[in-house]
């Protein structure tokens, strides 16, 4: 796995913890786009490793 790939994993599991403590604690505009921005985050991380084994398996 490309380590930029797994970057953006790590970056979106963060920011959706982050912004699941954060609406918990009382900011909740915040946390919802900071959950939102971590679920974008899943869905490149997950596009990339995607396309990585398409390209492998050629």
Not at 31 to 36: A, D, H, R, S, T
């Amino acid at each position: 796995m490309n380590g930029l790939t797994l970057l953006v994993a790590i970056l979106g599991l963060t920011g959706f913890a982050g912004g699941a403590v954060l609406s918990a604690t009382g900011q909740k505009e915040m946390g919802v786009v900071l959950m939102g921005a971590g679920l974008v985050f899943q869905v490149i991380s997950l596009v990339r490793i995607r396309r990585a084994k398409a390209k492998g398996t050629q």
